[in-house]
């Protein structure tokens, strides 16, 4: 589980980011100034952040890369609603357990997930291809479907990847989407995840929890991969209206706000 000082170090460097994103470009001894750390510090952060590719660091400071392509670079979207996303991510934690084995589909709130997790022994199936830089649990082991990476969401896809997750009969799954809405169901944008992401729900023994920002709520992307009825829980934001929220209940899903 994420220490208290691990949580600070992620919450400045979303503000750095912040920053950056809304300057385009800002220097160290600013975000020293801004946040009150040391320029050591500040070096560090956007290191973290470079290595992510969200800025390119240079000389005194650090520039804003993809500025225009915000809203579908993977490494971008990761830092949209992040504190929010933490906070789903911690409390779909609480739903495993000790020698559970589970699904993780691709996605940034499901990433978060995987560094949450304190129960042992846990065994998590996943085609997200970013775990690597998330600091799991050592009582967590992953296994990674393989496949054919997409670069746009940092996942494995494709035959490879369906047939690993075939082989699976999880306890259960956790599952990051584009949208959720109670008429149309389950929605993503990519296809081929929608194929991967439908397998894993049908070879889940338990629960299907869907962990979304309420940004995806009422939102209807476009590939169905599942129907509302395959749901048990939904974990959210308070951004979600109080409509949504009626009329996913009234679909039988347990609606937990953090």
Same mark, same amino acid.
């Given at each position: 589980?994420?220490?208290?000082?691990?949580?600070?170090?992620?919450?400045?460097?979303?503000?750095?980011?912040?920053?950056?994103?809304?300057?385009?470009?800002?220097?160290?001894?600013?975000?020293?100034?801004?946040?009150?750390?040391? +320029?050591?510090?500040?070096?560090?952060?956007?290191?973290?952040?470079?290595?992510?590719?969200?800025?390119?660091?240079?000389? *005194?400071?650090?520039?804003? &890369?993809?500025?225009?392509?915000?809203? +579908?670079?993977?490494?971008?979207? =990761?830092?949209?609603?992040?504190?929010?996303?933490?906070?789903?991510?911690?409390?779909?934690?609480?739903?495993?357990?000790?020698?559970?084995?589970?699904?993780?589909?691709? @996605?940034?709130?499901?990433?978060?997930?995987?560094?949450?997790?304190?129960?042992?022994?846990?065994?998590?199936?996943?085609?997200?291809?970013?775990?690597?830089?998330?600091?799991?649990?050592? %009582?967590?082991?992953? &296994?990674?479907? @393989?496949?054919?990476? =997409?670069?746009?969401?940092?996942?494995?896809? @494709?035959?490879? *990847?369906?047939?690993?997750?075939? *082989?699976?009969?999880?306890?259960?799954?956790?599952? %990051?989407?584009?949208?959720?809405?109670?008429?149309?169901?389950? +929605? +993503?944008?990519?296809?081929?995840? %929608?194929?991967?992401?439908?397998?894993?729900?049908?070879?889940?023994?338990?629960?299907?929890?869907?962990?979304?920002?309420?940004?995806? &709520?009422? =939102?209807?992307? =476009?590939?169905?991969?599942?129907?509302?009825?395959?749901?048990?829980?939904?974990?959210?934001?308070?951004?979600?209206?109080?409509?949504?929220?009626?009329?996913?209940?009234?679909? *039988?899903?347990?609606? &937990?706000?953090?």
């Amino acid at each position: 589980m994420e220490t208290t000082e691990g949580k600070l170090s992620l919450l400045r460097r979303e503000q750095i980011y912040q920053v950056i994103q809304k300057q385009s470009m800002a220097k160290v001894e600013e975000l020293a100034k801004l946040t009150g750390m040391t +320029t050591m510090t500040i070096r560090r952060d956007l290191e973290y952040l470079e290595k992510r590719g969200l800025v390119e660091r240079v000389r *005194g400071g650090a520039v804003l &890369i993809n500025r225009n392509l915000l809203a +579908t670079a993977y490494n971008q979207k =990761n830092m949209l609603h992040f504190t929010e996303k933490n906070a789903i991510a911690a409390r779909a934690a609480d739903y495993i357990k000790d020698n559970d084995t589970i699904f993780i589909n691709g @996605g940034s709130t499901t990433l978060r997930l995987f560094g949450s997790i304190s129960a042992q022994y846990v065994k998590i199936v996943s085609n997200n291809a970013y775990f690597p830089f998330e600091h799991i649990h050592p %009582g967590v082991s992953v &296994i990674s479907t @393989g496949g054919q990476f =997409n670069a746009e969401s940092y996942t494995f896809v @494709g035959d490879f *990847g369906t047939q690993s997750v075939a *082989g699976v009969w999880a306890d259960k799954a956790f599952i %990051g989407l584009d949208g959720i809405d109670a008429k149309r169901g389950l +929605t +993503t944008n990519i296809q081929s995840e %929608g194929q991967i992401n439908r397998l894993m729900i049908a070879h889940t023994k338990g629960d299907i929890t869907v962990l979304a920002d309420s940004t995806k &709520i009422g =939102n209807v992307a =476009n590939f169905l991969f599942s129907p509302i009825s395959s749901v048990k829980r939904l974990i959210t934001d308070h951004g979600i209206s109080v409509q949504h929220q009626r009329g996913l209940e009234e679909c *039988g899903i347990e609606v &937990i706000v953090v």
